[in-house]
């Protein structure tokens, strides 16, 4: 069977910016494929192309065999997407908006309420139904937005940055709702930042970089092809870092700042780093006794696969 998506050489320039420089993806039907880069990689542009609000300079798209540029109205009707910034109107309801959403997708009025009223249960936005969006926390937001690209199930949901900015709870739920919707065989292309959202939900990861495809397979595959063990150790005090440094410098070791989950982000991230270790414990066991000498506590050290983190970081040289 033909891939349900399929893009061929993909290119969208902005004046002499050129963003996107040649993208080919594909996916099968209902899977997750991850699209993953840091700030400014082109997803968003990228995802702009296949749900035909931006035409692509040359190269071609095509869902379930519709192309974007020649046939938008049947790609439309094919399509859902939760873009990166609100699509619903702040001064309505969720329940309005939701209802809203059903009518223009013309279910009649009943089966519009009835289909809102599931999904704010879904989402757990039952209770908070009736108040203006307005007032709604940027989680709630973030949820509602993407129970309105599902109100009629699409063939292809794209989601653009779905948890950006989301806690850890909310984040779970819609992992929880991709999952779901991946299992009623919908395909999902969903671009993060997050390598451990990718980690959960992809069955195929395309890494994108200054618009252009770096790497893409399995998260094994991508892990397997960085290869090695690492070894990170987590730091008692951000303090130390500068020093740490020091020290694996003149072990003539490599190592790279890591720790980008939710929450260890802001603090947790100066206090980790990942350091390739070709001899596996004995370069442990150096580490350890050298930073001993220094007086430099740590609070973990362990040898572990690669993560996706360390891919980025070989493939690009920067960590996302
Ligand atoms: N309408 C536009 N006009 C000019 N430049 C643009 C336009 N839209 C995007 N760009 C530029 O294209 C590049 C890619 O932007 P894009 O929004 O696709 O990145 P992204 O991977 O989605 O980033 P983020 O993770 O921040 O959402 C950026 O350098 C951006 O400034
Ligand atoms: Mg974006």
Redesign the pocket.
Known sequence: MAPILEVTNLTKR??K?V?LRGINLSAERGTVLGVL????????????CLTTLLVPDSGEAKIAGYDVVSDPAAVRSLIGLTG?FAAVDEALTARENLVLFGRLLRLKRNAAKRRADELLAQFELSEAANRPVKTFSGGMRRRLDLAASIVVLPLVLFL??PTTGLDPRSRQQLWAVVKDLKAQGITIVL?T?YLEEADALADRIVV?DR?QVIAEGTVDELKDKVGGRFCELRLERAADLERVKDVLDRMGLSYAQVGLNEGARAEGMAKTLAVPAADGAKTLTEIVLKLENEGIELADISLRRPSLDDVFFALTGHTT
């Open positions: 902005f004046g910016t963003v880069g840091p700030n400014g990689a082109g997803k968003t542009t990228a995802i702009n990166q653009d940055e671009t930042q994108i618009g």
